[in-house]
């Protein structure tokens, strides 16, 4: 009873931790372009396809904060996931449950029986003819029992993705480094794939788009996203002409980028 009872606790005080805190990461990319908590903290469920959520939340002007993944056997608290979106100061956390598994097992639960307690009374007459009378106590030896009881554990995976809307960008776009079949495509291996472009941004206005190749920024060459970030950062502020590939054409595109 007392094993149990230990198991009971155990399983209560395990449902008391907050699993989106325990496993969250921190992004360290957030911060400079953050801007202050709205004070609330916006929860969602993702439509089935979470990396075009999340795009899609980048594309909107939020940064990613950080995450939480993890695979548990109890239903997870969307309050706790709120309650921890503004703990960190999360504008908006997105987030995703399945992959359900059950297993079944059985759990032995064993049980101690005490021994019971005998009293004998005793009376009689001494060989000088005196009586006397009393009790004594006995007592036997413990048992124990055990029991089986069916376990039924339900498992899925759960993952959130946590948001702070930024300031307006320089340029609004994400890229990153060209695949072997890009470079193949585009003829070149100088250049940076645009993956995501932030809407409202100088990148959105000036008809950039997502696949777009970009090879050059005021004639420096773009060969690695390394490079091209570097050179953004240098022309803040300033008009860039950035030259760009898309479907086998070379575009030229005039952009005024924000301070």
Same mark, same amino acid.
């Given at each position: 009873m007392r094993i149990?009872?230990?198991? &009971?606790? =155990?399983?209560?005080l395990s449902g008391c931790q907050n699993s989106w805190e325990q496993f969250y990461t921190p992004s360290t990319d957030v911060s400079p372009n953050a801007l202050p908590y709205s004070g609330a903290t916006k929860c969602f469920s993702? @439509?089935?396809?979470?990396?075009?959520?999340?795009?899609?939340?980048?594309?909107?002007g939020y940064g990613i904060m950080g995450s939480a993944s993890f695979n548990s056997g109890k239903n997870e608290n969307i309050d706790q996931?709120?309650?921890?979106?503004?703990?960190?100061? =999360?504008?908006?956390?997105?987030?995703?449950s399945g992959n359900e598994k059950t297993t079944q097992s059985a759990m032995v639960v064993p049980e101690y029986h005490p021994g019971q307690n005998q009293t004998t009374f005793m009376n009689g007459y001494s060989s000088n003819g005196s009586s006397f009378y009393g009790t =004594?106590?006995?007592? @036997? @030896?413990?048992?124990?029992t055990s029991s089986v009881v069916p376990v039924t554990i339900t498992r899925r995976d759960y993952s959130a993705v946590f948001f702070r809307k930024l300031s307006p960008p320089s340029i609004g776009i994400f890229y990153a480094n060209l695949s072997q079949e890009q470079i193949k495509q585009a003829g070149t291996n100088s250049g940076v794939c645009v993956t995501i472009v932030r809407r409202d941004s100088p990148a959105f206005l000036a008809d950039i788009f997502e696949g777009d190749i970009i090879t050059e920024v005021d004639d420096e060459k773009t060969s690695s996203d390394t490079v091209a970030r570097s050179?953004?950062?240098?022309? +803040?502020?300033?008009? &860039? =002409?950035?030259?760009?590939?898309?479907?086998?054409?070379?575009?030229? +595109? &005039?952009?005024?980028?924000?301070?």
């Open positions: 149990l009872l230990f198991l &009971v606790t =155990a399983l209560f993702t @439509s089935g396809n979470p990396d075009n959520d999340v795009k899609e939340c980048l594309r909107n996931l709120k309650s921890f979106g503004e703990k960190i100061g =999360a504008d908006l956390a997105i987030y995703f =004594a106590n006995s007592y @036997s @030896s413990g048992t124990y050179i953004f950062r240098r022309k +803040k502020g300033c008009k &860039v =002409a950035v030259t760009i590939l898309r479907n086998g054409s070379v575009i030229k +595109k &005039v952009l005024q980028l924000n301070p």
